[in-house]
């Protein structure tokens, strides 16, 4: 009589290794691309999922890293919730034959699967009929992420947030991240020209106007990372470093009130080598972000102050591919200065 659930051998390899254990290996399918997807074990981590592209990086890695916090453990610790699933999965239906078979001996049925008791006036007929298979959906994973390639250990990985750590060898790649995300932008600014040919100004426009608010986006996030880690790394209490940002708030949209802040909370300066006119330049872009945003790019009042435009009031906020750049650059150019001030690692 047939008594084993799971038959031995097979696509993965099943093996019983106990009284009432089997062991198989199932391979986790990677996307398109052959990156495949992984998770961080630290519940409070996010976003904390990434892809890794197999074949790049470090060889039988040993301990793998979780870009977004530097949790570390064994690589196989990062499975994601749906790779559990799709295993689970692929056991019941391993199962599912096994358990059938065990019910046909038991209820010793024949190949034909029915079987009549009984006899003359009352006989029995009973039949078994298999069920469907259960159905195995391939795990069901993010696409739209940021590719980034390590410097150090040429490990092809993919980060859905500003990310900070390298997944393979653990090292600080933030600012690889950082260049990553800000070439997005360039990539868009790139093609403007070609739409205002084909779309028209309008919509060339809206495009500036997009990459310009990326750009100060990814300026207020990339100085907000930066400082929470830094105040981290300084020993501050989880609630005083909530105060702060508290405080903070959008302060960082803004070129002023992000000087004051790092002079007053963070207790440096935020630019080390830049003139006050380069400064100065930086601030005028970035205080175009606010008609843009507020006030369908239109000029007002509040812009004319603060930027000290000769823009006139109730015209459109003009913003130029170049300036645009400009900002790009001198955003990477802090970024990277403040970066080696708050963290200058020394290598052995
Ligand atoms: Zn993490
Ligand atoms: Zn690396």
Redesign the pocket.
Known sequence: MRTRIFREGGPYGVKKTGPDQYTMSISIPSDEDGRTARECPNDDCSPGYFKVKGGT?IKGQEIAFCPYCRHEAEPGDFTTKEQVRYAKDLVLQEAHEGIEGMLKDALGLGPSRKKTIGGGLLSIEMSLKPGQKPVIHRPFEEKIRRDVV?P????DHSVYGLATW?A??G?D?FLTHVESELSVIRTMLGDVERRMETLGVRVAAKDMENCLEDTVSIFEAVLKTLVRRYKRKNGTPVEEIDRLFKKIGNSFQNIVRSVDVFENDVGMKLFDSLSEETVDALARVFEKRHPITHNLGIVDKKYIEKARSSEREGREVLISIREVHQAIDLSLAIFSSLHKRMFSVIRS
Do not use: K, M, Q
């Not at 150090?152 to 490990?155: A, E, T, Y």
């Open positions: 990086g390590c150090r250990c040429g490990l390298c393979d060898c090292e790649i």
